[in-house]
């Protein structure tokens, strides 16, 4: 018996067919653009779908599969008229439509949190729903169906119309508590219940794959689709996060760390400091999510900067790592401020510079500065009962060993390497698989998810980066009368 886990991102698809013990037999990935007209960014849905039904014929081809789970990039939505055809191009992450009016909606923002888990931001899809309704009446009135992005490739396989709770919690419409998107919510938005799909949890069989797909795959048995989740989701299952006390740490562009509990909290706080309470895949589980938006994009920026032209840029830096900390301090707001501070106006800086610091103790100082927000937000959420206990690392920057033990000797957390590269392809396969054999997700999980031994804090780098933490924590509010628009006097 053999699976299909496709991951489905903002300019990039990947997917891997796995056999029942977790073996990898086959992998692919393409690349696809996004449409942008100044403020507005967004998906280009017609080369998505190309670009599915491409990778699903070859995968076929190579490696044959009797089910399809979908991890997919959240928020987005394809919204469809009468005879289903699309009203606009799905809005993306980056597009701005609907600041306004998550400013409008500031003051329910408790009330929104309490049921959806998510405070306004535009980001969010009821958002840009309110932005449409505001500037584009007319389509709006016209929307028949409303559906996330992985649901909508499910309904172009299948026909049939079934969406994750993972992915309806990114729409800041759905009730996290009772599975199913909120009339009351819907109400406040002035929002048509009846566009949404039907919710399921993840590993649910939304239908089988249409007959003509099945006659260009060559295929003589049925496929079957099923709900897979929202990438940080799958990403975090895929690496072996399947408990309370867990946090997966992705390291890529974003540095998004995934910490799991067993109970959504009703704090405010935690809503107003960007943390979202998120149904997770296993039934029971909650997660949020604790970002930097500048992770890999600060390391390839100093990397292309100070060793451009090197073959392996990465080893070359680390060479010149000293063995202790280096006393920098990096705060990493290259791209604006993400949780707690929620400052998009914030901006970075270094300090402690000497004639005699090289590249690498400011590329080490960068890694260090990383791992200190990432301390900073752990510590934040402790106050709504989220504690984890170890870090599991995920994404590009996790192949890196000296990033692992900054990163263990910051927080204090023992730091499991992975094993599994494309964690958000294997969790949607696990998620396949489970759907097929009827076995809970964590049993199927066991099969498929490898880690790499423990990166241990070092005792004596440890206690000196703690020293060094407790001025870091103070760096954001003594910086910030001056990163508004340049030094003020």
């Known amino acids: 018996m053999q699976v299909l886990g496709l991951d489905v991102g903002t300019t990039r698809m990947k997917c891997g067919v796995y056999d029942e013990n977790g073996t990898l037999l086959y992998s692919d990935g393409r690349d696809y653009g996004v449409k942008e007209w100044g403020r507005e960014v967004c998906l280009d849905l017609p080369a998505m779908l190309s670009c599915a039904a491409a990778l699903l014929k070859n995968a076929y081809a190579a490696a044959p599969f009797s089910a399809i789970a979908i991890s997919s990039l959240g928020e987005s939505f394809a919204l469809l008229g009468e005879e289903d055809e699309l009203l606009l191009p799905p809005m993306s992450f980056g597009d701005l439509r609907g600041e306004a009016e998550a400013g409008e909606y500031a003051s329910r923002a408790r009330e929104i949190f309490t049921v959806s888990g998510t405070s306004p931001q535009a980001m969010y899809s009821a958002y840009r729903l309110a932005w449409l309704k505001n500037h584009r009446p007319d389509l709006f009135k016209r929307a028949r169906k409303l559906l996330l992005i992985a649901d909508y490739i499910g309904y172009f396989l299948t026909g049939e119309r079934l969406c994750d709770r993972s992915s309806a919690a990114r729409t800041g419409l759905y009730d996290i508590r009772s599975y199913r998107f909120s009339p009351a919510l819907c109400e406040l938005f002035g929002i048509d219940l009846g566009l949404f799909s039907p919710t399921a949890p ?3 069989v939304v239908g089988q794959v249409r007959r003509t797909f099945l006659a260009e795959w060559g295929a003589k048995e049925p496929v079957f689709v099923v709900t897979g989740g929202h990438d940080q989701i799958c990403a975090t299952l895929g690496a072996g996060g399947l408990a309370s006390g867990v946090c997966v740490d992705g390291l890529g562009t974003v540095e998004c760390m995934t910490a799991l509990y067993d109970a959504p909290s009703s704090d405010f706080g935690m809503g107003a400091a960007g943390y979202p309470n998120v149904p997770f895949a296993v039934d029971g589980l909650y997660a949020t999510y604790l970002l930097n938006y500048s992770c890999g994009s600060l390391v390839h920026w ?29 705060l990493p707001y290259f791209s604006g401020a993400a949780t707690p501070f929620q400052d998009v106006n914030a901006s970075g800086a270094v300090l402690n510079l000497r004639l005699s610091t090289s590249p ?3 590329y080490k100082g960068i890694l260090e500065g990383l791992s200190y927000e990432m301390r900073l937000n752990l510590e934040e959420v402790k106050k709504y009962g989220i504690s984890p206990k170890r870090l599991l690392a995920a994404g590009g920057g996790a192949s890196s060993k000296a990033w692992l033990q900054i990163k263990a000797d910051v927080t204090g957390l023992p730091v499991y390497p992975p094993k599994v590269k494309e964690t958000g392809v294997c969790g949607a396969a696990i998620l396949a698989l489970s759907a097929l054999q009827e076995r809970p997700i964590p049993s199927v999980a066991e099969r498929f998810v490898r880690l790499g031994e423990p990166i241990l804090p070092d005792g004596e780098n440890a206690a000196r980066y703690s020293e060094l933490y407790a001025g870091y924590r103070q760096l954001y509010k003594t910086l910030k009368p001056f990163q508004k628009k340049g030094v003020e006097i």
């Open 202 to 204: 993840s590993g649910a």
């Open 302 to 330: 100093w990397l292309d900067t100070a060793w451009r032209g090197e073959r392996d840029p990465f080893s070359a830096a680390e060479a010149g790592f000293s063995p202790s900390p280096t006393g920098l301090y990096v």
């Open 360 to 362: 690498s103790d400011v």
